[in-house]
């Protein structure tokens, strides 16, 4: 049978469009949600957060450019709804929402655009988690969650600090140990580690094909360890800080020990083979 030929100039235009590359249709997605990207690069250019979303960018780009080859020229109808539906939310929100809010819509649609192209067998959750954590995250995480984990963490340490045999007692965010005074500040909230260690996680998963409802399982115990590994440096370094202080290198050193170690038990977590998603 012959290939039919529009003549009609709106016809033409059509056969165009689905001719179009199916990168190109996200290229235009992502166009489209350029506001969205314009002020999260503004708020790191000036230093309003902590640039570790670009770890979480270059991961997704990686990623797009190892699929390319496998990409689907009919994209999935109903993940394109959800993309085409997530960009006029994201657009609207503009005028009535907080701009991270509507950047973490924008992320969520382009992740929907590309599942809508991506290879069969592909996880969504791991892949829509890498574009939320490429947003500039730090700051509200810090802001929101910072008290509580604080304080969670003074009180955790003072218990294993009690169980140690010294004189510990919490007030608020504060300790004091053996009669000495140990604030837990923000950097010892654990928001760096808990953004480290569901970037360890999310890529992981993503890169060893975990099903969904596994990286859905799994993700709780993401969180004790990041939990286990702050009360643990923190009662390191209130331990030793109680006795004099403590050089900022050794502040440095240990707490980089903890987070390679809660990035490394993560990473154990998310390579587990059994419940890999078929290719």
């Known amino acids: ?10 016809g033409r235009w059509l056969e165009r469009f689905e001719a179009m ?27 309003s957060d902590d640039p570790l979303g670009l770890a979480a960018v270059a991961v997704l780009l990686g990623w797009v450019v190892w699929q390319a080859h496998g990409l689907r020229g009919n994209p999935r109808p109903g993940w394109w709804i959800a993309a085409g539906a997530l960009t006029l939310l994201a657009t609207v929100s503009q005028a009535v929402a907080p701009p991270l809010a509507g950047a973490g819509l924008a992320a969520l649609a382009l992740a929907c655009g590309w599942r809508a192209i991506a290879p069969s ?8 988690g890498l574009a939320v954590l490429s947003l500039p995250v730090i700051s509200s ?79 709780p115990a993401v969180g004790a360890l990041v939990l286990c590994g702050n009360v643990l440096r923190n009662t390191v370094l ?38 890999a998603a078929p290719q």
């Open 121 to 128: 067998g592909q996880a969504t959750l791991p892949l829509a």
């Open 238 to 275: 209130v331990a030793l800080e109680s006795r004099g202080p403590l050089a900022e290198a050794w502040h440095q050193g240990i707490g980089l020990a903890v987070l390679a170690m809660v990035c490394t038990a993560v990473t154990v977590l998310m390579r587990e083979v059994d419940d």
């Open 141 to 219: 995480l810090q802001f929101y969650a910072g008290f509580p984990l604080r304080l969670v963490t003074a009180q955790c340490s003072t218990w294993l600090l009690q169980l140690a045999g010294r004189a510990a007692e919490r007030s608020g965010t504060a300790m004091r140990v053996d009669g000495q005074l140990v604030i837990v500040d923000a950097p010892c909230s654990g928001v760096q580690m808990v953004w480290m260690a569901y970037f360890c996680a999310c890529t992981m998963a993503l890169l060893g094909g975990l099903r969904e409802r596994s990286f859905m399982r799994r993700l």
């Open 21 to 47: 590359p199916p990168l190109a249709w996200l290229g235009l997605q992502a166009v489209a949600l350029w506001p969205h990207w314009r002020w999260a690069a503004g708020r790191l250019a000036d230093g």
């Open 1 to 10: 049978m012959g290939t039919v030929l529009s003549t009609s100039a709106t």
